[in-house]
């Protein structure tokens, strides 16, 4: 099953979403979502945060196509009576959207050979209160963005930078500043200006994907962090 989420998710929930308050991640309860009949489901995440808000993510395939996954949910959301229905197409991606009692519940589908794959995606619309990332950033980079979640078990957050600075100077800035903070270099592979460079402190573990002058960010090179915090 495709596991990629179509940026088309989660500019719905961005439409949804709404302020802020302090809890812990494990104090978070999250509704679950309706599988319609006949649909596989697997988890990507039970327990997330993207950018501060909760969310659940399972991807699915069905033996339907996406427009009849896309009319089934309508159908059943406007039954409730209550909340907001939102559409959205981006390409083959086709995404609707409802909002209820606080929470957004979206379906992204595609069609498929014999049916249709996309994913299910729960958001609570009012924020966790993040505290500082103490994960060291480049100097002057953009956060874009932030997840925490629990990976086999353990705590971990996906950190996303910007910065104009070249992927040679990202590297050479995180090889000497997390090797004085005690991490031991694992793996270091720089390819044509990019590079992949894996750490290790005790029992915490992190992943650095550089990307030098990336199109997606008018040119700036991209970080990205993958943080197992043991």
Known sequence: MNTRLNISVFLLFVLLCGAARSEGLSGIHMPGFEVMNGMKTEWVAKKMIYNGHPMTIQNFSAHKSAEYVMQHYASKWKLKGHGELKHQRVGEDMTIGYEHNGYSYSVQARDTLGGSEGSLVVTRNKAFEQGAVKFPLYPEAQLVS?????????????????????????????????????????????????????????????QLTIIDKSPVRNHQSMIMIHWVKG
């Open 146 to 206: 932030r997840i925490q979640s629990i990976d086999m078990g353990k705590r971990s957050e996906t950190l996303t930078l910007s910065t104009y600075q070249s992927a040679s100077m990202v590297r050479n800035w995180y090889s000497s500043t997390l090797s004085r903070n005690g991490w031991i270099t694992q793996e270091s592979l720089p390819t044509n200006g990019n590079g992949v460079m894996a750490f290790q402190k005790d029992r915490a573990q992190c």
